[in-house]
């Protein structure tokens, strides 16, 4: 199995981009691209070549469904895991949101400490 290196980490909110970047960096050394915007994400998606991508549900301009929509028409991401990052987890919601093939959902607030870890179990369920 590949071990995951690169995450690739979209959120509109500077300090949730920070925390999340220290926790994946410092505690699961991993390697991280932090985008302020689903525009920006998808501009940096061919460079970075993310191994997986965590994606926040909620941002202004375009979120999260419509970034998973225009990741996915970059052939080298159509098999990228894509792990929602939401507050909003109501039943319906967290439906609708792996109806779009999502890998899974994480919840915020989140752990910091943890965060590298759930990645990692996400990668290698996706990955057996």
């Known amino acids: 199995m ?5 995450v690739m980490h979209i959120e509109d909110d500077p300090s949730i981009l920070e ?3 220290l926790a994946l960096e410092l505690v699961g050394g991993l ?3 932090s985008c302020a915007s689903g525009a920006e994400g998808i501009a940096a998606a061919r460079s970075f070549q993310p191994q997986l991508i965590l994606l926040d549900v909620m941002m202004p301009d375009m979120d999260g469904p419509q970034t998973l929509a225009a ?19 109501q039943a319906s919601e ?3 949101y792996r109806s ?8 915020k607030p989140f752990d ?3 965060l ?8 290698e369920r996706y990955h057996v």
Request: glycine content about 2%; hydrophobic content about 60%; some cysteine.
């Open 2 to 6: 590949t071990t995951l290196q690169r």
């Open 19 to 21: 925390v999340a970047r």
């Open 31 to 33: 390697q991280v691209c």
């Open 71 to 89: 990741l996915r028409q970059i052939p080298e991401l159509q098999a990228t895991p894509v792990v929602f990052l939401t507050a909003r987890a």
């Open 94 to 96: 967290v439906a609708a």
């Open 100 to 107: 779009l093939g999502v890998a899974d959902i994480l919840l």
């Open 112 to 114: 910091p400490m943890q």
């Open 116 to 123: 590298a870890a759930q990645i990692s179990a996400i990668w």
